[in-house]
């Protein structure tokens, strides 16, 4: 799987744990930055790693922030992207399993490592069930065309 990583300035300690955990697993990691120390925007990065996201450059993206809503709220702006925060294994399993979550959004402040790792294994692991949830996720798509995104 093409997984690509990003992170803002509050991000990139895990950010780098990250791309090294994914690599262990044998997925391909596209590694979108950032390496500033300073302050940086993260709607730049959550950019970055949606869009390829929403052009089929990659199979799913990681965006790391502070809270990890900044990243969701910037992420959604692309089509067929479906970002959202996790923080505990439910939300990680169940955002793939019910809602085809493609942008696992993370929080670096308040995450520790262990409960990463795991919900990073978790949402690559995890299946799409399809069936009712597929026609769910089919209408937040047209929603999407309904208001104007392509």
């Known amino acids: 799987m093409r997984i690509a990583v990003g992170s803002d300035h509050r991000g990139v300690e895990l950010r780098r744990r990250i791309l090294a955990l994914l690599t262990d697993l044998g997925q391909e ?8 120390n300073g302050p940086v925007d993260y709607p730049d990065i959550a950019a970055a790693v949606a869009s390829r996201v929403s052009r089929k450059e990659v199979d799913r993206g990681i965006l790391i922030c502070g809270s990890g809503i900044g990243m969701c709220i910037a992420a959604n702006k692309f089509p067929g992207v479906r970002a959202a925060p996790c923080h505990d294994d439910l939300t990680a399993e169940i955002s793939r399993r019910h809602n085809d979550l493609n942008v696992l959004c993370l929080a670096g402040d308040t995450l520790g490592e262990r409960l990463v790792d795991r919900l990073v294994r978790i949402w690559l692991n995890t299946e799409f069930e399809g069936g009712r949830h597929a026609r769910r996720v089919q209408k937040v798509a047209d929603l999407e065309h309904r208001n104007g995104m392509p």
């Open 29 to 36: 990691v596209i590694d979108v930055g950032t390496e500033e």
